[in-house]
């Protein structure tokens, strides 16, 4: 059964403190693994899609990497308004949609 | 360009009442999928459309149904309205492709009293 674990539920960072969320996953094949930054109210805004181990891509203070097992993403000298839910979803293949994990909350303190 | 639009933004509803909402796709996207997203859960799959036929469906009752349109925009209709039902209903839109990205309109806040 395709399965998503995102850790920490939530977590606490001083202004400047990098850190790194994690995205466990199961699928019996891969299309591809997705971020997604949300907004409290808001729809999911999409960041990054990675499609094969090895692979990483960066935009800003993100950066997403891929194994065959999990994801991360890491961020680099956050800022306040870096603070939100990132969402790891999965696209497995044969299917036509997404499986989502259940979120990493991420606060900034100034 | 316009993103993914969905309509109405909020509503509330009574116990066993109907609930249609609407979307309309990021233009040039055919594929449309719904999802609902319970507070504090990742979006669960509801529904998927291609071409206006339904090409995925998850493990919701069938007081859920979808159709597409010839123009690719979308409805999403719940029947009979648990409370349960009080979700964010989100759309998304792609161009149909191995690993096209899926993007999300704002959703739809459903609250069923």
């Known amino acids: 059964e395709d399965q998503v674990t995102q850790s920490p539920e939530a977590l606490r960072l001083q202004e400047g403190e990098s850190s790194s969320l994690n995205c466990s996953y199961t699928?019996?094949?891969?299309?591809?693994l997705f971020w997604y930054r949300q907004d409290p109210g808001k729809g999911p805004e999409f960041l990054f899609t990675l499609y094969s181990a090895g692979e990483e891509k960066e935009k800003e203070r993100l950066k997403a990497t891929l194994t065959k097992k999990e994801s991360f993403l890491h961020i680099t000298a956050p800022k306040p308004e870096d603070s939100a839910t990132y969402l790891c979803a999965v696209h497995p293949t044969g299917a036509n949609n997404l499986f989502f994990g259940t979120g990493t909350r991420l606060t900034v303190i100034p | 360009d316009a993103g993914v639009t969905q309509s109405p933004t909020h509503l509330i509803k009574t116990r066993g009442q109907h609930v249609t909402l609407r979307c309309s796709p990021i233009s040039g996207h055919k594929s449309v999928s719904w999802y609902q997203q319970v507070l504090g859960q990742g979006p669960q799959f509801i529904f998927q459309y291609y071409e206006k036929e339904e090409r995925g469906r998850g493990n919701f009752p069938d007081r859920f149904s979808a159709r597409q349109f010839p123009n690719y925009s979308s409805e999403l209709n719940v029947n009979a309205l648990l409370l349960g039902d009080s979700a964010l209903y989100l759309c998304?839109?792609?161009?149909?492709?191995?690993?096209?990205?899926?993007?999300f309109g704002e959703g739809s806040w459903l609250t069923v009293v």
């Open positions: 998304a839109s792609s161009f149909p492709g191995a690993g096209n990205t899926i993007y």
């Open positions: 699928v019996s094949g891969l299309r591809g």
